[in-house]
């Protein structure tokens, strides 16, 4: 089963629509703590391989871990770099 906040952030990414996100999918995708540049090639990136057949399951996957969001866009063709997120700094800590 998706977790509804990867499901809101795959859609949110098909339909071309940032509005949409919450401060968690920022925050859970990191796409928080960025410039305007840095965000835009981060959901862009999420937002090619949402297209090109990545699925809810794959973002599911991916959520909270930058290592694992830059291996899924990298999956389909792109080199952006997600840096650790919230919940790998959280981990570092236990």
């Known amino acids: 089963m998706v977790r509804p906040i990867s499901q809101k952030v795959y859609d949110a990414v098909m ?3 940032a509005a949409m996100l919450s401060h968690a999918c920022l925050l859970d995708f ?3 703590r960025c ?13 090619t391989a949402a ?9 599911d996957n991916a959520l909270g871990e930058g290592v694992k ?4 866009v990298a999956k389909y063709g792109s080199d952006v770099k997600f840096p650790k ?10």
């Open 15 to 17: 339909l071309d629509s």
């Open 51 to 59: 297209r090109k057949g990545a699925t809810p399951e794959d973002f």
């Open 69 to 72: 969001l830059t291996a899924l």
């Open 30 to 32: 990191g796409l928080d």
């Open 85 to 94: 997120t919230a919940w790998d700094l959280f981990a570092e800590c236990e």
């Open 35 to 47: 410039t305007d540049e840095e965000f835009t090639d981060r959901f862009g990136a999420l937002q």
